[in-house]
């Protein structure tokens, strides 16, 4: 089965480069220019993998990843975190709310396409929540 990845990342020439890096994985990729279009564009048809930028228009990236880990239909999606701060403590508080994944804008592009890809392995190594709310 083809896994499948979220973009939430505002800048066109950033989505354009993270589509470029991911290709490889032959991934289902879809992208979401801002926080709100990025959550219900997981909560309709829930990916694999969220790239999340923090630094988004409206609702910013920790909101997003605070709703993501709060709904129950995406509380298990893997979600690798992009900003281009690169104060030591937003790995911290990345990793306090729930992100699977960190990394520092401008990345590497192999750098990224390795992260994205060891997520998609965990995520189809975790079998699916079978609780009902």
């Known amino acids: ?15 354009r480069l993270i589509e470029v890096c991911l290709r490889p994985l032959g991934a289902d990729m879809r992208f ?4 709100l279009v990025g959550i219900e564009a997981a909560g309709a048809d829930v990916p694999d993998v969220i790239v999340l930028d923090i ?7 920790w909101e997003v990843l605070a709703r ?4 129950p239909a995406t509380n298990g999606v893997r979600v690798l975190v992009l900003t281009a701060h690169a104060q030591p403590e937003m790995a911290d508080r990345a990793a306090a709310g729930g992100a699977d994944a960190f990394m520092i804008k401008p990345f590497r592009p192999n750098d990224l396409r ?5 997520l998609v392995r965990l995520a189809s190594t975790t079998l699916p929540s079978t609780e009902s709310g």
């Not at 979401?32 to 926080?35: L, S």
Request: aromatic letters at 0%.
């Open 32 to 35: 979401a220019e801002d926080g």
């Open 68 to 71: 993501l880990r709060s709904d």
């Open 55 to 61: 630094g988004l228009p409206g609702l910013d990236g």
């Open 1 to 15: 089965m083809q896994p499948s990845v979220l973009v939430i990342e505002d800048s066109a020439s950033v989505r």
């Open 114 to 118: 390795v992260a994205v890809e060891k």
